[in-house]
């Protein structure tokens, strides 16, 4: 076959339509029904993308995932913007509103970021996430700060880990103070994906405030010291803010956070393997789910979802480790 230009195109799109028609057929083939799901997701060029995927069982009975859609999508990523974009893919036209409510589940992975969110922002975190995604964008960088400084420790930390790394002289700074390695999985000085979410607002790195904390906790000494070393700086800028110095009050507070989010973390970790950790996860899923069942009917109707966040999620010996630290202290929603 003689190539030209438009040859690649014109191959693409013959794959395209026979690779179609291949998984049209084994649809239409499942054993069982076809199960959705859908993400979306910003590309490194700053794109947009939702990804849309079927899980069915086979003829053979094998657990199967097909790609359906990559498409653009525009506009914000509310429910309804999403909906028209499936609705553009036409899954299903002969779905009906009761379908949806019968069949449709929450991400489990989701739901694990909703109860961590609730946990560090409160009831209304995505519009605390919002204001400082407009603080970013509009360059309010002092604004931004004690808009963070208002979440406590966690915010303080937020704000140093974005001073150290708001300048490469500060990241070689830290580095100096820390001895840090490039072997190291997670660096604090420079821009990596568990730091993202606190700067860029990238609400999908569910567990990336746990992993900024759980390393900060290792870091604890070189951290002091960079913080240490900052306050001699003749020029105030240099500084680390007086107000967002950690406090040894405040790492107590970072280790107890840290406790109560790694269940969490551990469990998200645990979900992203399908076919090596198949069995083991539904064995762990059963029994969350009855002990989360057996702990709900102990939860009182006025608590909050905090709360109930705690009584559903901890195991009983971080509980207590909890309330022993936090004795005296109003958990409920002011």
């Known amino acids: 076959m003689a190539w030209s230009g438009s040859s690649i195109t014109r191959e693409i ?3 395209f339509e026979a690779k179609r028609d291949a998984i049209k057929t084994e649809l239409c083939n499942a054993l069982t029904a076809v199960h959705i799901i859908f993400d979306p997701w910003t590309s490194p060029n700053r794109f947009a993308i939702m990804a849309v995927f079927a899980h069915f069982i ?3 009975g094998h657990q199967q995932s097909r790609l359906l859609a ?23 036209p002969s779905m009906t509103p009761v379908d949806i409510k019968a069949r449709r589940m929450r991400c489990y992975g989701h739901t694990l970021n909703l109860v961590a969110r609730a946990f560090l922002f409160g009831k209304d975190a995505e519009s605390f996430e919002l204001e400082s995604d407009i603080n970013g964008m509009r360059g309010l960088v002092e604004q931004d700060l004690d808009h963070w400084h208002t979440k406590g420790p966690i915010g303080k930390l937020r704000n140093i880990v974005k001073f150290i790394r708001s300048s490469p ?14 072997h190291e999985e997670y660096r604090l ?43 001699e700086e003749e020029d105030g800028v240099r500084r680390i803010p007086v107000e967002d110095i950690l406090s040894s009050e405040d790492w107590r507070v970072l280790g107890e956070a840290n406790e109560i ?12 393997d399908w076919v090596r950790l198949r069995r083991r996860r539904w064995e ?20 909050t979802v905090g709360q109930a966040a705690f009584a559903v999620f901890l195991p009983a010996l971080r509980r207590m480790r909890f309330t022993r630290y936090h004795s005296g202290v109003n958990l409920r929603d002011s």
């Open 284 to 303: 762990k899923l059963k029994w969350m789910l009855r002990s989360g069942l057996q702990r709900r009917q102990q939860i009182s109707e006025s608590q």
């Open 70 to 92: 990559l498409r653009r999508q525009f506009g914000a990523h509310s429910g309804e913007n999403l909906a028209g974009s499936l609705i553009d893919i036409r899954l299903d």
């Open 189 to 231: 000085c420079e821009e990596s994906m568990a730091e993202l979410e606190a700067v860029m607002n990238n609400e999908t790195r569910w567990n990336s405030t746990y992993m900024m904390i759980e390393r900060a906790l290792r870091k604890q000494t070189d951290i002091r010291a960079f913080i240490f070393a900052t306050q």
């Open 58 to 60: 086979d003829q053979l």
């Open 13 to 15: 799109h013959r794959l």
């Open 169 to 182: 002289q500060r990241s070689e700074q830290f580095k100096r103070v820390a001895r840090e390695q490039d």
């Open 261 to 272: 989010l790694k269940p969490i973390y551990l469990q998200t970790m645990r979900m992203q």
